[in-house]
């Protein structure tokens, strides 16, 4: 029989955050996909984007607009998996560029809206087992920086509730961050984050429907 979920992103937390230019606008990548949902459908997938600050809890119940929007609802047929993942800080028009990429590689359905600033695209149907990011070919998956990436495992059987993710680097990153002088001139320091860096959770809220 299996059983229908609905799956919707609460909340979530980034230590080590990146930064751009203070003059540009920076915002975030978070993408999650569903994995051997049953049989038929290799894997499921949504991405939004937000504006994550270091050390900030993103809420969603601070955010009525979005409050009500929710990742995926999808039939779970024995065992699955979901994968999530976020991005570094980057300029809107180029993470916007590398979600489109993705999306014409990796996806059976064409996509004409790129998210802007808080947009989701859902219930995307992915043509392989890798995850969101993963789909990008070598060229264009170095330039995108994963800050954070956790599992959880999900069956039929799963009762609802709210499940944190702890979020690690799947590989060593450097990231950079920029600071104003005391004159008011910008500056950048980069930083590395080793390979399993814990930085951060996601909170999910799972509810299942029958």
């Known amino acids: 029989m299996g059983a229908l979920f609905e799956i919707k992103l609460k909340s ?27 049989e038929g459908v ?14 900030e809890t993103f ?24 994968e999530v993942e976020v991005t570094a800080v980057d300029k809107l028009s180029k993470l916007q560029k590398t979600i489109f990429k993705i999306f014409r590689t990796g996806f059976s ?24 990011f993963e789909t990008l070919d070598t060229s264009v998956k170095d330039k995108v920086k994963i800050i954070g990436k956790g599992r959880l495992l999900l069956n039929e059987s799963t009762t609802s509730g709210d499940f944190e993710i702890v979020l690690e680097t799947p590989k060593q990153i450097k990231i950079e961050k920029w600071f104003l002088d005391n004159e008011g001139q910008s500056y950048s320091k980069k930083i590395i984050l080793p390979k399993k860096y814990p930085n951060g959770t996601v909170v999910l809220s799972i509810e299942k429907i029958n």
């Open 42 to 55: 290799p894997s499921v997938a949504s991405v939004r984007s937000l504006k994550l600050m270091d050390k």
């Open 109 to 132: 359905a064409v996509i004409s809206a790129i998210p802007g600033i808080g947009d989701i695209i859902t219930g995307l149907v992915k043509m392989g087992t890798d995850s969101f």
């Open 12 to 38: 979530i937390l980034v230590k080590e955050n990146g930064k751009i230019n203070p003059k540009e606008e920076g915002v975030n990548a978070f993408a999650i996909t569903l994995f051997l949902p049953r």
């Open 59 to 82: 809420s969603l119940n601070d955010n009525d607009h979005l409050k009500e929007r929710f990742l995926l609802k999808e039939l779970i047929k024995g065992h699955a998996f979901l």
